[in-house]
């Protein structure tokens, strides 16, 4: 079957450095997206990556192993508003995505 | 409008109703997915449909039947509704492209009693 992991719940501190860790197995691998999700809101697109290594966008950089089937989110300087759930997705063989359950991140002053 | 739009943005619904959650995207995209999201689950797909005029089942398709007649809608039914349809529905749409991210509503939350 096919399934992705993720912690369920993280916490932080302000100003801080958090990794949010994913590992999958899926059938074929066509790219990896985060997604972050604010509570009672709809997700909302963070980083796409489909080669090796690590992309930065701003505070928030993600990373990939293809071979180890593994990918991290980092957020740096974290804010109050980063908390929020953040969920990893693998596009399959056949195109579609595959969704992790999310992790809860809480930020505390 | 810019984006996805859904409707009703919430609703409770006796069992054996039918219902149809609407979505409406103004981004031209040709692909698009109705999910369902339930707690500490993933998001579960339930249909899809790459272009105006196809549909395919996703994971989690008894129950449910969509139709795409036109780029910018893709309505949900739910022929008769049981409890286990409580859930919180999001419609989401991609362009086709190499990233093809997808873009979602803001959801509809749906009791069924």
């Known amino acids: 079957g096919q399934n992705i992991d993720q912690p369920t719940e993280m916490t932080a501190t302000e100003g801080a450095i958090v990794q949010i860790n994913c590992t999958y197995q899926t059938s074929g691998f066509n790219g990896l997206f985060w997604y972050q999700q604010h509570a009672g809101e709809a997700p909302t697109f963070l980083s796409y990556n489909v080669l090796d290594g690590l992309e930065e966008k701003g505070r928030f950089s993600s990373f990939l192993s293809r071979s180890k089937g593994y990918s991290y989110l980092l957020l740096k300087e974290l804010q109050m508003k980063d908390s929020a759930s953040y969920l990893c997705a693998v596009r399959d063989s056949n195109y579609q995505l595959i969704w992790g359950a999310g992790t809860k991140l809480i930020i505390k002053p | 409008i810019a984006g996805i739009t859904q409707a009703p943005t919430s609703q409770i619904l006796a069992a054996g109703r039918r219902m149809t959650l609407r979505c409406t995207q103004d981004m031209r995209h040709n692909a698009m997915y109705w999910y369902r999201q339930d707690l500490g689950l993933g998001l579960r797909l339930i249909h899809y449909s790459n272009t105006a005029g196809t549909t395919g089942k996703g994971e989690v398709p008894d129950g449910y039947s969509v139709s795409r007649a036109n780029t910018d809608d893709f309505p949900l039914t739910l022929a008769s509704a049981v409890p286990s349809q409580t859930s919180v529905y999001f419609c989401?749409?991609?362009?086709?492209?190499?990233?093809?991210?997808?873009?979602f509503g803001p959801g509809t939350r749906l009791l069924v009693l």
């Open positions: 989401a749409s991609s362009e086709q492209g190499d990233q093809e991210t997808q873009y």
